[in-house]
């Protein structure tokens, strides 16, 4: 069974920056496609981007071009790369996992996902 635990999160300025990571423990990281979603206050937990096996990536319209997904399966971590912050970036971020896909799948849903991490705040200040 695969732990996940996000790091990374704080407080920033509008149009500053932060990288979040998801380090995984257990076993076969690879075998597992990895996601993004936040929720904030008052709101449904919502998609933010996601990396398939094969290292395809999508993200949300809200925040593409502003973030960047990646993996390491070398060191069974995730990364969320976000840029040009905004206030209504403000949430609490969760990494999340699903085994096994197929190769080049990428799930949206939050009900796609089996394991999740305990979230980090991320807060934006305009």
């Known amino acids: 069974q695969l732990e996940l635990v996000e790091s990374g999160g704080g407080l920033v300025q509008a149009g500053g920056s932060l990288r979040l990571s998801c380090v995984a423990s257990g076993l076969a990281f690879s075998m597992y496609g990895m996601g993004w979603f936040r929720q904030a206050p008052g709101k449904e937990r919502e998609f933010v981007a996601a990396?398939?096996?094969?290292?395809?990536?999508d993200y949300a319209d809200s925040v593409k071009g502003r973030c960047t997904i990646s993996r390491d399966n070398a060191k069974n971590t995730m990364y969320l790369q976000m840029t040009s912050l905004k206030p209504e970036d403000t949430a609490v971020y969760y990494c999340?996992?699903?085994?096994?896909?197929?190769?080049?799948?990428?799930?949206?849903?939050?009900?796609?996902?089996?394991?999740w991490g305990q979230g980090t705040q991320v807060t934006v200040s305009s």
């Open positions: 999340a996992s699903h085994w096994n896909p197929p190769y080049t799948s990428i799930y949206y849903s939050a009900g796609n996902y089996e394991r």
């Open positions: 990396i398939s096996r094969s290292d395809r990536r």
